[in-house]
């Protein structure tokens, strides 16, 4: 198998909705965010896949060593040496790679965020940068379009954790900042053992509206130049702003079942982007 092949079925087999907006990129394009999606897949799943934390920490140093290999044009990794050749034509920096590793250690070592501040912190490391290495990949011109891709990044996240929350509760993890549950008097206890209650809706609630307003500030900062090459992160905008409503019309009844939109849905919301454009 060569790396480029490895990281397609990488991708592929994640079922993400980032997938679909890859679909519509150019040959050299969409090889390069396959590429650098396929190791933000790799280290991710370093914390979620291996229980021991002790191998899972061994295996993100062994992930840290790899990118310095790879910054010397000798990686060994397929999914590193897929990327290698797209590192200088999209401006991708190690030190990138290194803030998305040292965000997936924090799920080893955090199961809590104290406050709003500590959480969008985490979130800058496993989605903000991610958003900005991919929107210098769809073809960046305009040194705002970081900015909007840093707060679509951090609305994309939030939107995970708003839907992840029973999944994430089963884990022993709380993403929720804990200063909002006291809030709105929700005990950590009460997430862990997955208990649905009016306070919890209005909890959820009061994260759904951040998070629109995230993808609204995100879409406001995106400049006219680079509205057309930045469409794939529109599609993701586009499919994720979906869920989060479909969420919202269930009731926030994401304890004990995972809301997900369908594969047809998705392809038909980035269809839908690519050729109309952003959808609010």
Request: with cysteine; aromatic share 8%.
């Amino acid at each position: 198998m060569t790396p480029e092949s490895y990281v397609e079925e990488k991708a592929a087999a994640s079922g993400s909705s980032f997938y679909y907006a890859f679909l519509f990129l150019p040959k050299p394009k969409r090889a390069a965010i396959t590429a650098f999606y396929a190791f933000c897949r790799e280290v991710d799943d370093v914390v979620d896949e291996i229980s021991d934390p002790q191998v899972a920490h061994t295996k993100l140093a062994w992930w840290e060593q790899e990118v310095v290999r790879l910054a010397k044009g000798e990686p060994t990794h397929p999914v590193t040496q897929a990327l290698l050749k797209h590192m200088p034509v999209y401006g991708i920096a190690p030190d990138a790679l290194h803030q998305i590793i040292e965000g997936c250690r924090m799920d080893l070592t955090q199961t809590r965020y104290l406050d709003e501040p500590a959480l969008t912190r985490y979130c800058h490391l496993v989605a903000g940068v991610v958003g900005e290495v991919a929107a210098r990949i769809f073809g960046q011109t305009d040194p705002q379009t970081t900015q909007y891709a840093h707060a679509l990044g951090q609305a994309l996240q939030l939107t995970n954790i708003i839907r992840d929350v029973g999944e994430d509760a089963m884990r022993g993890r709380i993403y929720l900042p804990m200063s909002l549950l006291q809030a709105h008097q929700v005990t950590a206890q009460e997430i862990l053992s997955r208990q649905d209650s009016e306070r919890f809706q209005a909890l959820m609630a009061s994260q759904a509206r951040k998070a629109h307003a995230l993808y609204d500030q995100a879409l406001a900062l995106l400049p006219i130049a680079d509205q057309r090459s930045q469409k794939p992160g529109l599609m993701m905008a586009n499919i994720y702003r979906h869920l989060l409503r479909e969420i919202e019309h269930s009731g926030f009844q994401v304890l004990n079942q995972r809301i997900a939109l369908t594969p047809l849905r998705k392809l038909w919301l980035a269809w839908k982007t690519q050729a109309l454009g952003a959808v609010r």
